[in-house]
């Protein structure tokens, strides 16, 4: 007999089917045909089974005949096995085409619980659903947090929860992952004296990545702190930073990311809404800072920061390339500063070109819109040197100043 051993996953409908599939394949020999009286004495039909069915299915002649039927039936059975392996999935703005393989989470499991009972390197996939946050996820080196999809998987911290993910680990180059999903909202009081810390998803020293996420609501950051090396595509980050004391002058860091050490990799990206900067490189250190092929539209102050960043070590560098920079610098209400699509203040070795600018608001009382302002103070490097802004499509904004030290405008 040609079916022998079928490797499959053993789903107890799986498991049921094969078993009818592989006893369908032995012949059988058939019954006479009841006479016509026998059927008349018959007083309700005879259900028919999914056995009969293949049965009847079957053909007349040799084994031939029979195994060629057989062979279709099974590969129905193998088709409708792999139908019954593939995990339940939600609506996703990019394609979950790879199936989730780690810890299982029903929707509106409790992470943090979770999360404690698994040690490092673990995946967990979060069905649709809502999760909510009330107690900080202590995450481990090599954890991904993966959903069925931003629109359909949502974390959110409850009133009063600050920071929603830690990282407790002194391995700093570990790298925790979020994927397919939307989380956000970290929160505390208005009235509270929190500084950099007034709402974020994590503030570790750790490496981020983040794929497919929507990152919305945080009262300072979504990430920021010590974070480090993020990289992020296809990533929406909105309406973060609305803390004021993360708005006040003496403590500013209201942002979608700020970033103190360590690369950032951005492509294919959506930063909006949110109350102060989009992305914001401060006192960074070797770095590379690649933004790419992405959206910054309406945030507060800018899109982009380059601040004090550029010269600690010979490879930094920034480069923000065929992006789109448009209608930033609305909160005039925030502490007095330049509002730009991008801002370049005591930095060195950045590259600006291809990129789409336009309605960029200047509200320090010199009018008019600005697509690059460009700030030489008292700060390292001094002077700033080998800035290049070129090869752009300004749509009115200025750039200023051009005529700084070290900045070439063509």
């Known amino acids: ?31 006479p045909s009841p006479t016509l009286g026998a059927v008349r004495r018959r007083r309700s039909p005879v259900p028919i089974t999914f056995h009969d069915q293949i049965a009847a299915s079957q053909d007349d002649g040799d084994d031939h005949g029979h195994s060629s039927g057989m062979r279709a039936l099974l590969a129905s059975a193998i088709i409708f096995v792999g139908v019954m392996s593939l995990p339940a999935t939600g609506d996703t703005t990019e394609s979950t ?35 909510t946050i009330r107690r900080k996820v202590l995450l481990d080196p090599g954890d991904d947090v993966v959903g069925a999809g931003r629109g359909a998987t949502t974390i959110t911290a409850a009133s009063g929860v600050g920071l929603m993910f830690d990282y ?54 979504c990430l920021g702190g010590g974070v480090h090396d993020v990289v992020v595509k296809n990533f929406e980050c909105e309406g973060n930073g609305w803390h004021p004391d ?42 590379a800072f690649v933004i790419t092929d992405s959206r910054f539209v309406h945030n507060g102050r800018s ?32 502490p007095p500063s330049g509002w730009a699509g991008i801002i370049i203040s005591d930095s060195a070795n950045m590259e600006i070109v291809g990129n789409t600018f336009g309605g960029n608001r200047v509200g320090d009382g010199s009018g008019g819109t ?9 700060r390292d490097p001094l002077p700033m040197h080998d800035i290049y802004i070129h090869d752009n499509v300004l749509n009115g904004d200025r750039i200023q100043s051009c005529t700084s030290t070290g900045v070439t405008c063509g």
């Open 1 to 31: 007999m040609w079916i022998r051993r079928l490797d499959l996953p053993t789903h107890p409908c799986v498991s049921r089917f094969v078993r009818i599939i592989a006893r369908a394949a032995v012949p059988r020999k058939r019954a």
């Open 97 to 131: 085409s790879s199936p989730c393989v780690g810890v299982r989470v029903a929707g509106g499991g409790n992470l943090a619980k979770v999360v404690r009972r698994h040690g490092s390197g673990t995946t967990y996939c979060l069905a649709a659903g809502k999760y």
């Open 168 to 221: 407790y680990h002194s391995d700093t180059s570990g790298v925790v992952a979020f994927k397919h999903l939307s989380v956000g909202g970290a929160n505390l009081p208005r009235s509270d004296d929190c500084n950099d810390a007034c709402g974020a998803v994590i503030l570790a020293d750790v490496r981020v990545h983040a794929t497919d996420v929507r990152c919305f609501g945080n009262g300072t950051t």
């Open 246 to 287: 993360s708005l006040r002058n003496d403590f500013q860091s209201a942002s979608c990311l700020k970033i103190n050490h360590g690369s950032v990799t951005m492509t294919n990206s959506y930063v909006h809404d949110n109350y102060w900067d989009g992305v914001w490189c401060n006192f960074c250190d070797h770095v």
């Open 303 to 334: 899109g982009i920061v380059w601040e004090v960043s550029g010269s600690a070590v010979p490879s930094d560098h920034a480069l923000v390339k065929d992006n789109i920079i448009r209608n930033n610098g609305w909160n005039h209400n925030a």
């Open 370 to 378: 600005r697509a690059v302002f460009i700030y030489d103070g008292t």
